[in-house]
């Protein structure tokens, strides 16, 4: 007797642009706080004479890709199943555009990123020129006469300097009906040429009302419930507009994290060097990256906002003082110093596969000794 055949798991790859445990920007249904940029991309769109490069920038976790995606459904779907007038970029879900699109299986769609390595298990530090050289073969199939073809980049600013050169190539050429969406939360760091063919989209943060929107849905979504209220007034500060970086303080344990962070900051010039070390054994394991990039990117934000409160005088009132009583005018360009280093040293132990260990205890000694005597270690 015949046995059955046994069903495969279908394995879906990591995406370097998934937050964990959340729905890919491709599957968020609403976006919220760009209605003036849909409606830019939707009416460019309705007139046929769409740019053919645009650099949709902002900071990260704001809704960017999401509003790629958007476009794409649009661009892709049949002229019927659109908002009527370039209205807006709502194409609903059963059609064949938003099933494709959502697959990334749709032949009019080409999305460019870093690529995940299954032998290192990790992603590659920049998106390499190999995966710009698949623009070729995208672009040399025919369309039919009036389809559009669109090519995604997501980050743009992650692109290595040979990819990069590669993609002018294709920008300075652009092919009839195609258009390249570029997200990039770092358009300073882009090639001038590249930003000079594109039309731009800048993105601004997320007021309070739809930054919370944003959030309800990636949670529900997710099947999770949303934070307590007591919890929210953090999480806003800390999100700064980004419904990303709400959500990664929330699935990786960020409020407590922050609090440590907080603590050991707080009671610079002294450092409680026990906790440090406890944190930094916990940082270490590679399957800690999530919470090693959490917490570099609090810990920097937390300078930088004290360093702001000192030059500027803004900010919250706790943050004003500790800023007087850490940095004060005669620190100042110390504390900045320490900022712009840490952060150079973060990225090159990621690059480098250093000890994280070691850069954690020497980034507490360069704080210390800043806040002592305005010299970084």
């Known amino acids: 007797m015949a046995r059955a055949p046994v069903a495969q798991e279908i394995v879906v790859p990591p995406e370097s642009d998934r937050l964990e445990g959340f729905p890919h920007p491709r599957e968020t249904k609403t976006l919220y706080g760009h209605d003036d940029a849909e409606l830019t991309l939707a009416q460019a769109l309705d007139s046929g004479r769409t740019h053919h490069a645009w650099l949709i920038a902002g900071p990260k976790g704001i809704g960017k890709a999401t509003l790629a995606y958007r476009f794409a459904r649009t661009a892709l779907a049949a002229p019927e199943e659109r908002e009527s007038a370039g209205a807006g970029l709502d194409v609903a879900a059963t059609t064949s555009a938003s099933r494709q699109v959502q697959a ?24 390499p020129i190999d ?68 039309r731009v989209l800048m993105l601004k943060p997320l007021a309070s009302a739809d930054l919370r929107a944003a959030v309800s849905q990636a949670q529900a979504a997710a099947g999770q419930a949303e934070p307590d209220a007591s919890q929210w007034p953090v999480l806003e500060r800390l999100g700064e507009g980004s419904a990303g970086r709400v959500l990664g303080l929330m699935s990786a344990g960020g409020l407590e994290l922050y609090e440590r962070i907080a603590k050991l900051v707080a009671a610079l010039p002294r450092v409680d060097w026990r906790s440090v070390h406890a944190l930094s054994d916990e940082l270490q394991p590679i399957a800690a990256q999530p919470r090693f990039e959490l917490f570099f990117e609090l810990l920097l934000n937390s300078i930088e906002r004290l360093v702001r409160a000192q030059a500027t005088g803004t900010g919250a009132q706790g943050e004003r003082d500790l800023a007087a009583r850490l940095i004060g005018a005669e620190r100042l360009a110390s504390f900045a110093a320490v900022w712009e280093r840490v952060g150079r040293a973060k990225a090159e132990t990621v690059t480098l596969n250093l000890d994280r260990k070691t850069l954690i205890i020497e980034t507490f000694g360069h704080l210390a000794a800043a806040a002592q005597d305005g010299k970084p270690a």
């Open 104 to 127: 990334l299986s749709h032949p009019g769609l080409l999305v460019l990123r870093r690529p995940y390595d299954e032998k290192a298990k990790r992603f590659a530090t920049s998106i």
């Open 131 to 198: 995966e710009v050289r698949r623009l070729k073969s995208f672009l040399g199939h025919s369309a039919t006469q009036d389809a559009w073809r669109v090519v995604i980049v997501d980050e743009a600013n992650e692109l290595n300097i040979n990819a990069a050169n590669a993609l002018l190539k294709s920008l300075e050429e652009p092919p009839a009906r195609t258009v390249f969406l570029l997200i990039s939360s770092a358009p300073g760091r882009l090639l001038p040429t590249i930003r000079s063919r594109c």
